[in-house]
C-alpha cells in the first residue's frame, strides 16, 4: 500500500467514524418518535379498511342509490331547516362510511357531532351506527399526534422526520459493505444478529424509506419551512386564497327558496367532470334563496387530470363564478409528493407491498432502538447494574416499542367492548389506546430499574399475540361478521382484518416463544473475567 493510499484509507474511515456517530444519534434521539409513525402510517394504508371493521353495522355497499339520495333530500329538509350549512358525504369506494350527512346551525360551533345521520347507501334507512374514529384516528395520528396542540405536535413529526433522512443518508454511508450485509442474516449470534437484522431490513426497501420520508417531508414543508410563504404573502389566508380555489362570498338573503335536489347537483357535476361522482358537498345557507353549493370532486387514477372544484347557485343549479387554483409546476410537483406519500391511487396489491414496506421500518427502528441496547450492554462494568441513561433507554424501548401495537389492540376490543350508547364513545375508544400503552410504558419502566428488562420483553410480548389473538375472537362473539360468517360470505374487509390480527399474535407468540427460550449470553467483560480467573 502507497503513503497516498494509506492517507486515503484513514480519511475514509475518519468520515464512516463521524458517520456512525451521527446515525446513532440522530437514530436514537427521535426513535421512539419515527417508531410510532412507521407503525401507525402502516396502519393508515388500510384506514377505510378498518373504518369498515369498526362500524359493523354499515353494509359492504358503497353505490349511493337515487331512492338513498332521495331519502338524503328529505332528511335535510326535514332537520336541517335554519341550518348555517349542512354537508353530505358520499361513501368511500373502498368501504367504511355510508351516506352521510350532517349540518351546524347558527351560533353552534365547528366540529360538532350533534347534527349527524348516516344512511343505508342502497336503501337510505337510517343506519345506528356506532360511534368511532375509526382508522382515521391511526392516520391522523401519524402526524398530529394526540392531547397537544397540532402545529406543536407536526413541528415535533417533522424534525424527526429530518433526523431520519439524515439517519438514513449517513447509515448508507457508515455500511461500506451494506449490500454484502444484506444476505447476511446470522441467527443467535447476540449483537451480530441484531445488527444484521437492522441492516437486512434497512436495505430491502431502501427506496421505500427515502421515498417516504421525503415526501412526508414534502407534505409538511411549511411547519418547517414557513418562510418562502411569508416573503411572499402577508398571511397564510392569502397564500390559500390564491393557490386554492375560493368559493364565492356570499351572505343570506332571508328570502325562503327551495334547494335543488342532490340527484340534481350530482348530474351538474358528472356533466363538467366526465361523468366522475362529487366525493363531498357543502351547502350554505339551505332553503336560502342565496344558498351556495360547493361540489368536490373525487380523485381520478395515477396521471388522471384533476377537476375544478364546482360552485352552484341552490335555487337554480347554474354555476356561479370562482376562483381557480393556480396550475403550474411547483403545484405539481407538491401534488405529486402527496399521491406518493398517501398512495391513495393504489389499489390492493400495491397497498399490501406499501403496508409490507412499512412494516419494513417499523422492524428497522425497533431492531436499531435494541441495538444501542445489547451493543453498550456489552460494554458496560457490570452488566447485571447497568446506569440510569441506560435503564432509562431501556424502559422507553419497551413502552413504546411494545406500547404501541398494545395500544392499538386495545383500540380494537373497546371498539366491540364498549356499550354502543356510551357519552363521548369514540373518545373514550382512543382513551383505551393510551390507557394501555401508558400502562406498558410504566411496566417497562419498573422491569427496566428492577434490572429485569428481558423478563418484561417476554411478558409484553406474550401479551400482544393474546390481546390480538382476542380481537377475532371477540369479533366473532359480538357481531354476526365473524370469520365463520366473512369467509364463507367473501366480506374481504372483515375476513381479512381479521387474519390480519391473527398473524400480528403469530408473529407476536412466536417471537415471545423465541425469547423465553433463549438463554442469556454473557457479555465480552464477564467471559474474559471468568477466563482470566478460571
Known sequence: ?????????????????????????????????????????????????????????????????PRALAAADAVLKARAGGAESAFVSMPDPRGGSGLELSWRMKDEKRGGDGNRVILDPATGEEAQVRATKGGYFLYRFHFDLHYMPVMWARMLVSIAALAMLVAILSGVVTHKKIFTDFFMLRFGKGQRSWLDAHNASAVLVLPFYLMITYTGLATLLFTLMPWALAANFPDRQAFYKTTFAAAPEREASGRPAA??????????????????????????????????ITLYPEQGGWGHPSHNTLYLDGPTGALLPSTQPVKGGAQATWRAMIDLHTAWFAGYGLRWLLALSGLGGVAMVATGLCLWC????????????PHF??????????????????????????????????????????????????????????????????????????????????????????????????????????????LSMLALAGGFALAARKLALRKARPAPRQRARREATA
Open 1 to 65: 500500500m502507497t503513503q497516498g493510499q494509506a492517507k486515503q484509507g484513514r480519511k475514509d474511515q475518519g468520515l464512516r467514524q463521524s458517520m456512525a456517530w451521527l446515525h446513532t444519534w440522530v437514530g436514537l434521539l427521535p426513535g421512539w418518535v419515527l417508531y410510532v409513525i412507521f407503525v401507525f402510517g402502516t396502519a393508515a394504508f388500510f384506514q377505510h379498511e378498518i373504518d369498515g371493521w369498526m362500524r359493523p353495522e354499515l353494509s359492504s355497499e358503497t353505490r349511493v342509490s
Open 259 to 292: 334547494t335543488i335536489p342532490l340527484t340534481g347537483m350530482i348530474a351538474t357535476a358528472q356533466q363538467h367532470w366526465d361523468g366522475a361522482l362529487p366525493t363531498y358537498i357543502g351547502i350554505d345557507h339551505p332553503g336560502d334563496g342565496n344558498t351556495t
Open 374 to 385: 445489547v451493543k453498550r450492554r456489552a460494554r458496560l462494568h457490570d452488566p447485571a447494574r
Open 389 to 498: 441513561g441506560f435503564r432509562l433507554v431501556e424502559g422507553l424501548n419497551i413502552g413504546c416499542i411494545l406500547g404501541a401495537p398494545l395500544g392499538i389492540a386495545a383500540y380494537f376490543l373497546a371498539n366491540r367492548l364498549l356499550p354502543f350508547d356510551l357519552a363521548d364513545r369514540a373518545a373514550w375508544e382512543i382513551n383505551s389506546l393510551f390507557i394501555v400503552w401508558g400502562g406498558v410504558l410504566v411496566w417497562g419502566f419498573a422491569r427496566a430499574f428492577a434490572c429485569t428488562a428481558a423478563r418484561a420483553w417476554v411478558e409484553m410480548l406474550a401479551l400482544s399475540a393474546a390481546l390480538f389473538a382476542a380481537v377475532p375472537l371477540l369479533n366473532a362473539l359480538t357481531t354476526t361478521r365473524g370469520l365463520g360468517q366473512s369467509l364463507p360470505a367473501g366480506d374481504w374487509i372483515f375476513a381479512g382484518f381479521d
